[in-house]
């Protein structure tokens, strides 16, 4: 049974930073692509991030310059840093392991002044 518990979301002003984290169990992160993915209030989820096994990351256009995900395989931890954070950033953040089709509960990410 694959668990994943994301944290670190909150409010912050424009230009702000956060840092989320994915705690996984039931899961090697040196065996699967894991990705951050967000969904905003009337739209459709989105992938934000994504890093392999072998840490290879992609990003969205809309993040590149401004996002870093990386994990720790000793932790089972995914992080997703975000810098220079907009208005536009405002959604809920599920971390995503998608060779086992699993979710996180979502962690809310406001922006706002």
């Known amino acids: 049974q694959v668990q994943l518990v994301e944290s670190g979301g909150g409010l912050v002003q424009p230009g702000g930073s956060l840092r989320l984290s994915c705690a996984a169990s039931?899961?090697?992160?040196?065996?699967?692509?894991m990705a951050w993915y967000r969904q905003a209030p009337g739209k459709e989820r989105e992938l934000v991030a994504g890093?392999?096994?072998?840490?290879?990351?992609n990003y969205a256009d809309s993040v590149k310059g401004r996002f870093t995900i990386s994990k720790d395989n000793a932790k089972n931890t995914v992080y997703l840093q975000m810098n220079s954070l907009k208005p536009e950033d405002t959604a809920v953040y599920y971390c995503h392991a998608p060779r086992r089709n699993s979710w996180g509960q979502g962690t809310q990410v406001t922006v706002s002044s």
């Open positions: 890093i392999s096994s072998g840490g290879s990351t």
């Open positions: 039931g899961i090697l992160f040196t065996f699967n692509t």
